[in-house]
Structure formats: structure tokens, C-alpha cells
């Protein structure tokens, strides 16, 4: 069993308040939770209205499939909300 763990740190310049960020941190989270079952929080810059840490687990049976679901969580990102992919760091344990 692997354990996938994904740190994305993003940024994004329509939020003009933290209340304008947490909606857009809240939405992100909702959706990748359902979508792929996966375990996330917001680790960093909490009283940062533009920018934003996301911190994902996963557990899968092989490191590949952990690949596939977090490059697809990057991808659903950067579709669908106005922010921007500053960093990503992937580790397998």
C-alpha cells in the first residue's frame, strides 16, 4: 500500500478577503472530496487572502494510480477556479 501526499500551494488575485478566499478554498475542498475520495486541508497561509496551501492523502495500492488521481486533482484544479499553481510537492511513502 502507498501513501500518497500532495502539497499545492496556489494563488489568486480576484480574492479581496479571507471570507472571498475560504469560499474559494471551501469549494476545492468539497469538490476533490467527492470527486476522489481523498483526505485534504488548508495547512498553510491562513491569514493570506491571496494566497493558499492545500495539503491532499491518499491511499492507493500502487504508486501509479496515486500519480493519476493527483495529476488529475492539478488538473481539475487549474480548470475550474481562477487560481494559480505556484508549487506542488508529491511524496510516496
Do not use: C, P
Not at 37 to 52: A, F, G, M, R, T
Request: charged share 25%.
Amino acid at each position: 500500500m502507498i501513501i500518497g501526499i500532495m502539497a499545492l500551494d496556489l494563488f489568486t488575485e480576484n480574492s479581496h478577503s479571507l471570507k472571498e478566499k475560504r469560499h474559494i478554498v471551501s469549494s476545492i475542498k468539497d469538490k476533490l472530496k467527492y470527486k476522489f475520495n481523498v483526505s485534504l486541508i488548508e495547512s498553510d497561509y491562513q491569514d493570506l487572502w491571496q494566497k493558499i496551501q492545500i495539503t491532499i492523502v491518499m491511499a492507493a495500492n500502487k504508486k501509479v494510480l496515486a500519480e493519476k488521481v493527483f495529476h488529475q486533482i492539478e488538473e481539475i484544479i487549474f480548470s475550474n477556479y481562477d487560481v494559480q499553481i505556484i508549487h506542488v510537492k508529491k511524496e510516496y511513502i
